[in-house]
């Protein structure tokens, strides 16, 4: 039996890192069926996704020009949902905020890295793809775990 139904990527707006992240993680090839989304702490009213992340996004082959963000709920910490935010105040902020929040990881610790995935938000496009590579390369890693997590299950 597979450890998640369901993969969220977190970002503050839902509107750059986070549709990045799912449109790569949904590019990549799963042993087993995986719901990916993403959402925002902060989306008060759908908004699509940035302009730079979908410039990046395309010229890389992927597109997130029909996502509108979404806001995360208490409904989404199931036990067999897995949350992958961006930033560790991300992570904070969703203990502080959600008390049934449970599977809540850093990208990076989840995969056993350190760092974080900080937001290109008002900067140059190059910042967006530096952010773009950055979570495709976290992302295959990601891939190689849950596959291996799949296969001990």
Same mark, same amino acid.
């Given at each position: 039996?597979?450890?998640? @139904? =369901? ?8 509107? *750059?890192r ?16 995986? +719901?990916?989304?993403?959402? #925002?702490l902060? &989306? ?8 730079? &992340? %979908? ?10 020009? @029909?996502? =509108?963000?979404e806001?995360l %709920?208490?409904? @989404? ?10 930033e %560790?105040?991300?992570?904070q902020?969703i203990? $502080?905020?959600?008390e ?11 995969? #056993? $890295?350190?760092g +974080?995935?900080?937001?290109?938000? #008002?900067? &140059?496009?190059?910042?967006y #793809?530096e *952010?773009? $590579? ?13 596959? %291996?997590?799949?296969?001990? *299950?």
């Open positions: 039996m597979k450890r998640y @139904d =369901k993969l969220i990527f977190v970002s503050n707006s839902d509107t *750059c986070s549709p990045m992240a799912e449109a790569i993680m949904k590019s990549k090839f799963l042993l087993g069926d995986l +719901e990916i989304e993403s959402k #925002g902060i &989306a008060l009213f759908p908004e699509p996704v940035n302009q730079k &992340a %979908e410039a990046v996004l395309v010229s890389n082959g992927l597109s997130m020009k @029909d996502h =509108k963000s806001q %709920e208490s409904t @989404d910490f199931m036990d067999r949902s897995l949350i992958l935010v961006m %560790e105040s991300l992570k902020k203990f $502080e905020d959600y049934n929040a449970k599977n809540v990881y850093l990208l990076t610790e989840y995969i #056993g $890295e350190l +974080e995935i900080s937001s290109p938000l #008002g900067k &140059a496009l190059v910042d #793809g *952010c773009f $590579e950055l979570l495709s390369d976290l992302i295959v890693r990601l891939v190689v775990v849950l596959n %291996e997590e799949e296969l001990l *299950c």
